[in-house]
């Protein structure tokens, strides 16, 4: 979902706004990704995202319950699916290390 969410981010949304072809990115772009709990339980607090994602490929989490997590990815727009793809799961394990997930590594995911 997080791949499909970036293409269409850095490859279809500057066309819809009407992006004139012709012009050329003065830096890369910037993408944030995330993943978020933003219906409070009952009780008012966000639940834990391993409530509703299976993190468990992760490995153990040292940082206790999180309730949101987020990278942010500096890169060309236009690149290969493969590419994009690569680089996700790259950001996805810097993201799950810096959120507690000490374990996580490209070749878990």
Do not use: K
């Not at 279809?12 to 009407?18: E, H, Q, T, Y």
């Not at 309730?67 to 990815?73: H, L, Q």
């Not at 500096?74 to 507690?100: D, I, K, N, W, Y």
């Amino acid at each position: 979902m997080l791949l499909s969410t970036w293409e269409t981010a850095a490859e279809l949304l500057p066309d819809l706004v009407g992006a004139p072809a012709g012009l050329s990115w003065a830096a890369p772009p910037t993408t944030e990704l995330r993943m978020t709990c933003e219906q409070p339980a009952g009780n008012g607090v966000l639940p834990a995202l391993s409530s509703l994602v299976d993190l468990a490929s992760l490995g153990t989490n040292d940082g206790g319950a999180r309730s949101r997590m987020a990278v942010t990815i500096t890169a060309a727009p236009a690149m290969s699916r493969a590419q994009r793809q690569s680089l996700l799961r790259e950001a996805l394990v810097h993201m799950a290390c810096e959120f507690g997930y000490v374990d996580a590594e490209v070749d878990l995911l």
